[in-house]
């Protein structure tokens, strides 16, 4: 199989484009990406050589790739690509879009303007970063992630038990402390430069990929430079296809993603979110009869009491509504999540209903596995 292609004609599941990001994105089908995942020239309106206090020249971004006309070129540049991206974009994919202070700011406003639904913004912090030699400046020891959905009504992936198990058991907040690509991470080249300026560090895409991705789904990368979103994406038993218009690089990539080892998977079961399991109404526990009406149900606390309803409704105090606004009444609130609110007794001891629920999907034969796509 080869991995590096000329064409997108047939779906290029796992293989490296090797040509402009606007041309081959044209080529992919529309909504047949899952996620993408885009890191595009900063436009760092570099001048001249950026020196050391011993005088010797700071390794930075000097490629043309990185250099546009005016503001103007970069946005209409920034707002190609972003269509396309969209364009090939499933109903329910995203998009995360890293990027600098030089540039972020106005990528962040054409996605707006073009439609996709931002979900967060994450700050990268740097362990290591690049210190301001010249003083003028704090140093800028962060990059921002933007991450969007397709549109305001797309229900993106989001492993948010799996990333607070990663975390934990603490919510995963938006800033990643992460150390910037080096050692034996960084690839060199012939004449043991960097291979690539900007190359990302594993862990980022790691972080990015568990927590917006599902086994199997298809992430696009199209500034795919030495292909860190395709190991990653590979390792974790994600397709990838990326797109790059410099043949060094895309050679580096392909060597480096050959090298990768799928893990295996057991490895790659991801702990599931409860919003992606099949719905099961409170009202099929009772007809199912794995809790049957005339039930008291209780809060944690054995304070309140409810009788459960033969059409699913409990009443307490008068009052006779859904597992959800009887317990946010009862307490309140505008709303209450019911399941984890009430509580059947079971040999003595109190239970969330939640358990019920489990109990009704598994006599149902209902389960929710994710899509995997087939490579070809």
């Known amino acids: 199989m080869r991995t590096v292609v000329r064409s997108a004609s047939k779906f290029p599941l796992d293989k490296i484009l090797n040509g402009d990001s606007l041309q081959e994105l044209a080529k992919l089908p529309t909504a047949s990406i899952d996620l993408v995942f885009a890191d595009p020239p900063y436009n760092l309106q570099l001048d001249g050589d950026l020196l050391r206090p011993n005088n010797t020249v700071v390794d930075g971004v000097h490629q043309s790739w990185d250099k546009f006309a ?214 099929t526990i009772i007809e199912m009869g794995i809790l049957r009406a005339g039930s008291p149900l209780f809060d944690e606390r054995r304070r309140v009491r409810a009788e459960v309803r033969a059409d699913g409704t409990l009443a307490v105090a008068g009052q006779q509504g859904s597992i959800h606004r009887i317990g946010a009444v009862i307490q309140g609130k505008a709303a209450c999540n019911g399941w984890t609110y009430w509580h059947f007794e079971e040999k003595g001891r109190l239970e969330p209903i939640d358990t019920l629920r489990m109990e009704a999907r598994k006599r149902l034969g209902l389960t929710a596995s994710p899509t995997v796509v087939a490579a070809e």
Request: proline share 5%.
């Open 70 to 283: 005016s503001f103007a070129e970069y946005d209409a540049f920034s707002r190609a690509w972003l269509t396309e991206c969209r364009r090939v974009l499933k109903p329910d994919g995203a998009i995360w879009v890293i990027g600098s202070y030089h540039n972020i700011f106005r990528i962040g406003a054409a996605m707006q303007d073009l439609g996709f639904w931002l979900q967060n913004d994450v700050v990268w912090l740097k362990t290591n970063p690049m210190p301001n030699f010249r003083g003028k400046r704090f140093t800028n020891a962060h990059e921002t992630l933007i991450w969007a959905s397709r549109d305001q009504k797309a229900r993106p992936t989001f492993n948010y038990e799996a990333m607070k198990a990663f975390n934990d058991d603490v919510q995963m907040r938006s800033d990643w402390t992460i150390p910037i690509c080096s050692g034996p991470e960084r690839l060199k080249d012939d004449g043991g430069r960097k291979a690539h300026p900007t190359q990302k560090p594993e862990g980022l895409l790691h972080r990015v990929l568990l927590a917006t991705t599902n086994r199997g789904d298809v992430v696009l990368d199209p500034f795919f430079g030495t292909g860190t979103t395709g190991a990653v994406a590979k390792r974790l038993g994600r397709h990838y296809i990326g797109i790059e218009r410099d043949r060094d690089y895309a050679k580096a990539a392909a060597e480096r993603i050959g090298k990768v080892e799928v893990l295996a998977d057991r490895v790659l079961e991801t702990q599931r979110s409860k919003r992606s399991e099949p719905r099961v109404p409170f009202g």
